[in-house]
């Protein structure tokens, strides 16, 4: 297969930027498919920016899990942590009357816990970061009962203020039914979610920290004689992966305005397939925290193409998914593979260098 | 001498389950002397049973022990987890509940023979095992996100495979595989246990299984050169394990004569893997000791039945609790501790060869 070429100098597209245009272009076609197809809500711009109005939290918890998973680590207790920072939040707001930037702390706080415990316990004890960040989410969604059992929805006056900034964008909307335009809106937590994406973007492009984390992904040997401290570089991925992950509860708070133990069941997965559909291999290394955010709406585009598609069975939406989930999967594998002169993918100490890396 | 210290080896892996299963019951026995105490009891069908913690921690244990002999063997031979099999549990219930109650939701009589119905459910889970392992053979996915594929869509296919009803099925003789069989007093997923047991522990005896997953497992590129065919035998891990998913997901239906598919075996994948794990196994592939990982999948369930025992302990928080701990385990074995402790040992030998010096 001729390496694609790309730009000046007619370098070969990097693996992770590679899985980049493929996960964009197959949302693309995907949604002007199915805008030409259904028609109706997909030509709404209040549709596509619903996308992101509804899944600000998982954009977030999704960032924090590629820069686990580009150490080749994994956490999946960010959909517990979220949980248990909607209940906390939702007490300490409603139940003992505090204002919002506490509310805030508190969220960080809970979430820089969690990556503290289980940063620590994989980066210096040497422990498998999928079991302690399972323990880790049983642990929080353990607390979140013993917090509050029953779900608490806030309608305290500062929160409730700051759940309505909603930003119009001039411009860009669609006519209700009585002739009127309407700009199209986004809400606060979009705006959070993509400051976060910007700021790992440029973390994962021009901070030192970023390119480290590619580096111990990539060969953890060769980054390790390379003098990069593995232990510390780790360790501030799985911290900086729980502070999202509070984060993350936050916003979702903001936008479902309760705290409930069962808020977010499953999120965690669901980060994780945004992640791999985004071109994050679990092997760490490779990936492109662009890709992280087509995964998410791509994610959530194929439950509205089985609405429009008139699948009414309660069966559908996973089946869809987990097909498009296999079809990510398998493709990525192929082209990888490909790539490797036709030979299958080799593991991490095989890889020559050039394919490491962004 | 030597052949003393190969059998400390083979068994120092397994210490850290019995140490932990130890504790559980130690601390129970301190906390409730009356905790172990086995009664034979007269149950609602007016059999004789055993009753008592005890038959409880390995009657429903077992779904758990089961899935982990094929979690053991998957992890061995691939160095990832399946993290499929609640859903194919749920899958492998809707087959059952399909072949015997048609479309009926509340059939009068059964619609099949109940061996049709465990064979076709066996068939199935093992096709699903198939599809598992062939993304992770074939096309290299790692086995964690080939499997993340049925983890989403499972309980959906279940569903759907279930005809969209969730049916009731009231045959006695179905009752027996999860409950007990008249005139034996011990509940029969045990026996079913012990009988999985027994097959693995003579394939693992007789036959290459063990070399070769664990050869694959440790280095799969010197195992092909070897003449091997790595990918034949993880595509087998993948369907044994199929096989472990539809025996207990047969269990798990007959005990509750339905299938609740969002919540049946809710978080058993993750269980099976903890069994995995607290049996001493690496997670990344290699040597691999099926009675550690099933010792880990009875300390799990005991530290559950403990749990629940304890006061102020709720079905909801005891997650908390379990998931402590977990993390304490889990720091206690890790490479890190361990490796100090073996240091420390050698410093204290150095200390006492140097005073007999």
Not at chain 1, 225 to 254: E, P, Q, V
Not at chain 2, 136 to 142: A, M, R
Not at chain 2, 322 to 336: E, G, W, Y
Request: aromatic share 8%; net charge positive.
């Amino acid at each position: 297969m001729p390496k694609l070429r790309f730009g000046k100098g007619g370098q070969p597209l990097t693996d992770s930027n590679l899985l980049l245009v493929i996960t964009v272009s197959i949302f693309a076609a995907m949604y002007i498919i199915s805008m030409i197809a259904f028609g109706g809500g997909f030509l709404n711009p209040q549709q596509f920016l619903n996308l992101f109005n509804e899944n600000a939290s998982l954009i977030v918890l999704a960032c924090g899990l590629s820069i686990v998973m580009v150490t080749a680590g994994i956490d999946i207790s960010v959909g517990g942590v979220t949980a248990l920072v909607t209940v906390c939040c939702a007490v300490h707001l409603q139940g003992q009357g505090g204002n919002v930037p506490a509310s805030l702390i508190l969220a960080l706080a809970i979430g820089v816990a969690f990556g503290l415990i289980q940063g620590l316990l994989v980066a210096y004890l040497d422990v498998q970061p999928f079991i302690i960040t399972l323990a880790g989410m049983f642990l929080a969604r353990g607390a979140a009962t013993m917090v509050e059992v029953n779900p608490i929805t806030v309608t305290h006056a500062g929160f409730a203020a700051l759940r309505k900034i909603e930003i119009r964008i001039p411009g860009i909307g669609y006519y209700a039914k009585n002739g009127n335009f309407i700009n199209s809106k986004i809400e606060l937590g979009v705006i959070i979610a993509l400051i976060v994406l910007i700021a790992v973007f440029a973390m994962f492009k021009w901070t030192r920290f970023g390119r480290n984390l590619y580096a111990i992904g990539g060969n953890s040997q060769s980054a390790l004689m390379l003098g990069i401290n593995i232990k510390r570089t780790k360790f501030f991925a799985y911290l900086l992966c729980g502070g999202l992950a509070g984060l993350g509860g936050f916003i979702y708070l903001l936008h479902t305005g309760s705290g409930a133990v069962t808020q977010a069941t499953g999120t965690e997965m669901k980060a994780i397939a945004a992640s791999i559909i985004g071109g994050f291999l679990l092997s760490g290394g490779v990936g492109n925290i662009l890709g992280t955010l087509f995964g998410v709406i791509s994610l959530v585009t194929i439950n509205n193409i089985v609405v429009s598609m008139g699948l009414k069975g309660p069966w559908w939406q996973g089946i869809t998914t987990g097909a498009m989930l296999c079809f990510f999967i398998v493709l990525q594998s192929i082209i990888m593979s490909r790539r490797n002169g036709g030979k299958a993918v080799r593991p991490i100490w095989m890889r020559k260098s050039r394919e490491i890396g962004s | 001498m030597p052949k003393r210290k190969a059998l400390m080896q083979r068994y120092a892996q397994l210490l850290i389950p019995l140490l932990s299963l130890l504790a559980v019951i130690v601390i129970n026995l301190i906390v409730n002397p009356a905790f172990f105490t086995l009664a034979l009891r007269v149950n609602n069908a007016g059999n004789s049973v055993f009753a008592g913690n005890i038959i409880s921690i390995l009657d429903n244990g077992s779904e758990l022990a089961i899935l982990a002999i094929g979690m053991t063997l998957v992890t061995a031979a691939t160095g990832g987890q399946d993290i499929s099999v609640g859903a194919n549990i749920a899958i492998a219930g809707g087959v059952v509940l399909r072949v015997l109650c048609g479309n009926e939701a509340a059939p009068a009589s059964l619609h099949a023979p109940i061996i049709v119905a465990f064979l076709a459910c066996c068939a199935v889970a093992m096709l699903f095992g198939a599809f598992n392992g062939m993304l992770v053979s074939v096309f290299k996915i790692q086995p964690m996100i080939a499997t993340l594929i049925l983890y989403t869509a499972g309980r959906s296919i279940g569903y759907w495979v279930g005809g969209g009803q969730i049916a009731k099925i009231s045959d006695p003789f179905f009752s027996y595989f999860g409950g007990f069989i008249p005139g034996v007093p011990i509940p029969t997923p045990i026996i079913i246990t012990i009988a999985c047991i027994a097959a693995i522990v003579l394939a693992l005896r007789f036959t290459t299984l063990r070399l070769y997953t664990q050869s694959v497992g440790i280095n799969e590129k010197s195992a092909r050169l070897n003449g091997l065919n790595p990918l034949w035998i993880k595509f087998l891990t993948f369907l044994i394990i199929g096989v472990c998913v539809a025996i207990s997901g047969f269990i798990k239906v007959s005990r509750m004569s339905t299938v609740n598919y969002s919540s049946i075996a809710q978080d058993i994948e993750m269980d099976a893997i903890l069994a995995v794990a607290i049996g001493g196994n690496a997670l990344g592939g290699g040597k691999f000791s099926i009675g550690g990982s099933i010792l880990g999948a009875y300390t799990i369930q005991a530290l559950m039945v403990t749990l629940y025992s304890m006061p102020g302990v709720t079905s909801e928080s005891i997650r908390f609790y379990k998931a402590l701990v977990i993390i304490l385990l889990v720091s206690i074995s890790s490479p890190v501790v361990k490796n100090g402790v073996s240091k420390i040992r050698m410093l204290r030998k150095k200390d006492i060869a140097r005073e007999v010096v």
